[in-house]
């Protein structure tokens, strides 16, 4: 389904990734969210953009500071704070097909980093006895596994000194679906990376708009 227009971009990304932060213990066989043909042969993309990159297109977008992140209609934005940290976790995008989170990290200017990352998150899902599945989608290498109950879906991308990662966690019933969904949010995610220096793998820093900041407040309050 397509959920959000493309556009062009100037350059190719390379595939880029992180390690998964949810440490869940996982088992299942992650045969029925195997990687459909048509994935395997998909070389290029026309997203996501870097911030210096990025046109006016319409799409109604979330802005969390180092990326902004489109929100479809009829999803909702949901945000984990840490209690620990006093901070934002992550902000969850949440459709009909599950619950997606992307995430921006700084990057070597050489790239590459998610095929390193994503073997060592495939690791680790085996490890907590996971069956997982390791296929090539838009951006390159795509990982998908079953979690108890739950399908999950990984995509990484490389940009200039950046890396986007994007996860979809949803029902199994729905698990054939939740991969084209990912991509449409990843595809039309922006990142603005600055120009402060990071070391490799640093979480991008999340801001909420003052509306939603303020909501939370009261929430807490």
Do not use: C
């Not at 934005?77 to 901070?87: A, C």
């Not at 000194?161 to 019933?173: C, D, K, T």
């Not at 509306?211 to 939370?216: E, F, L, S």
């Amino acid at each position: 389904m397509g959920i959000f227009g493309r556009k062009r971009r100037s350059g190719d990304d390379e595939t880029g990734g992180v390690a998964s932060q949810r440490g869940e213990s996982a088992e299942a066989d992650g045969a029925d969210d195997a990687l459909e043909p048509e994935d395997q042969l998909s070389e290029t993309t026309d997203g996501p953009f870097d911030a210096t990159e990025a046109e006016e297109d319409g799409i109604p977008r979330i802005d969390l500071g180092s990326v902004r992140v489109p929100v479809p209609d009829g999803s909702q934005v949901q945000v984990e704070m840490d209690p620990e940290e006093g901070g934002v976790r992550a902000v969850h995008v949440v459709t009909e097909v599950g619950q997606i989170t992307v995430s921006a990290y700084a990057a070597p200017k050489s790239g590459g980093l998610w095929r390193e990352v994503s073997n060592e998150l495939a690791d680790q899902l085996r490890a907590d006895g996971a069956k997982v599945n390791v296929g090539r989608g838009e951006w390159g290498m795509e990982l998908s596994a079953i979690v108890g109950d739950v399908a999950l879906r990984f995509v990484g991308v490389d940009g200039p000194r950046w890396m986007l990662r994007g996860v979809i966690a949803g029902p199994q019933s729905t698990a054939s679906q939740a991969p084209e969904v990912l991509r449409a949010i990843v595809r039309s995610t922006i990142v603005d990376r600055g120009n402060s220096p990071m070391p490799v793998r640093t979480p991008l820093p999340i801001t909420l708009p003052d509306a939603v900041a303020q909501h939370i407040a009261e929430q807490q309050g």
